[in-house]
């Protein structure tokens, strides 16, 4: 399933490499993320992880907060953590 907007999924989880799509980053991103318990997620198999849709959106906006005081994140990964999210209202 193709998310337009975070805020308004429907689905109450949503899958890794949905939300890579999403905030247009490596899925490795999002793994990172969820290894560092920063993004919570559910592990159903051994390569299958799915993230509750409220803790993505809760995950942005830490994530948004933190930006704006110049955090980023570290590793040489493909995007900053300023990059790593879309704005919640985007239009498509």
């Known amino acids: 399933m193709v998310i337009t907007n975070l805020s308004t999924h429907a689905a109450n989880y ?3 490499a949905e939300l890579a799509e999403y905030w247009e980053v490596t899925r490795q991103l999002v793994y990172k993320h969820i290894q560092a318990g920063a993004l919570p997620a559910m ?3 051994p390569r299958c992880f799915r993230v509750r849709t409220i803790d993505a959106l809760e995950f942005e906006r830490t ?3 933190r930006s704006r005081k110049g955090w ?3 590793g040489g990964s493909k995007a ?3 990059g790593l ?3 919640l209202n985007r239009q498509d």
């Open 14 to 16: 949503v899958s890794v």
């Open 43 to 45: 592990r159903l198999g």
């Open 63 to 65: 994530v948004s907060s």
């Open 72 to 74: 980023s994140s570290s």
């Open 80 to 82: 900053t953590v300023s």
């Open 85 to 87: 999210i879309r704005p």
